[in-house]
């Protein structure tokens, strides 16, 4: 029963990254390849350490999909997106990746590790947000709130398993990093209408001068 929760949100993972991709391919979305070259060591980084420290491939089957839809996603805006250097919240956040691989070698903490990489997965977001917010970013909502579902059912699975509490926290940021995504998107739109709205409005009013 828990195995088919998991592989449910698996599915629907592999469903929000088919669009995903689909949407590149078109052209309809424009990823920073940048970003996602970061997204991919940070993802395979979090799979293993995760995998590591919970010993349970059930909990884990969500972030194996998801690292392997990643790097697809990755191959695809190598060809498709559009590069631009690491900035400097890309470039913490790789540093911060490091060291917490760092921190799982020296130490031999999977967990400690998980812990710390939460921190550059929340940096390594920035980016997308402000290049959403300034219009750089040409993003939907439906893969992100896809996205967000998978990362809800995992927390219920991690529940299930009686999971520890450090084991909630990368699905609980992931969950809430992914749904701010597609918030942002929704009010980007909301906000671009009322400025085209608001532009049509004053087309049509009479100048200075001519009343």
């Known amino acids: 029963m828990v195995f088919l929760l998991s592989l449910l949100g698996a599915g629907i993972s592999v469903v929000g990254f088919l669009s995903y991709n689909k949407k590149i391919i078109s052209g309809i979305v424009k990823p920073n390849m940048a970003t996602w070259i970061l997204f991919s060591f940070l993802s395979v980084l979090n799979l293993t350490s995760y995998l590591v420290m919970t010993q349970d491939i059930v909990k884990s089957l969500l972030p194996l999909v998801s690292t392997m839809a990643t790097l697809s996603v990755l191959t695809i805006a190598v060809v498709k997106g559009q590069f631009s250097k690491l900035n400097t919240w890309d470039t913490l956040a790789l540093i911060i990746g490091g060291v917490s691989g760092l921190v799982w070698l020296v130490f031999k903490s999977a967990g400690l590790a998980n812990l710390i990489l939460q921190f550059s997965v929340i940096i390594s977001f920035i ?52 749904s701010g995504v597609g918030i942002v998107v929704c009010f980007s739109k909301i906000f671009c209408r009322v400025q085209l709205d608001r532009d049509k409005i004053f087309l049509f009013l009479p100048k200075r001068g001519n009343v």
């Open 127 to 178: 980016p997308t947000y402000w290049g959403i917010i300034r219009g750089n970013n040409i993003e939907k909502i439906s893969p992100w709130m896809t996205w967000t579902t998978t990362y809800i059912i995992m927390i219920f699975v991690v529940a299930i398993r009686n999971g520890q509490w450090i084991e909630y926290i990368y699905p609980v940021v992931a969950g809430v990093l992914h």
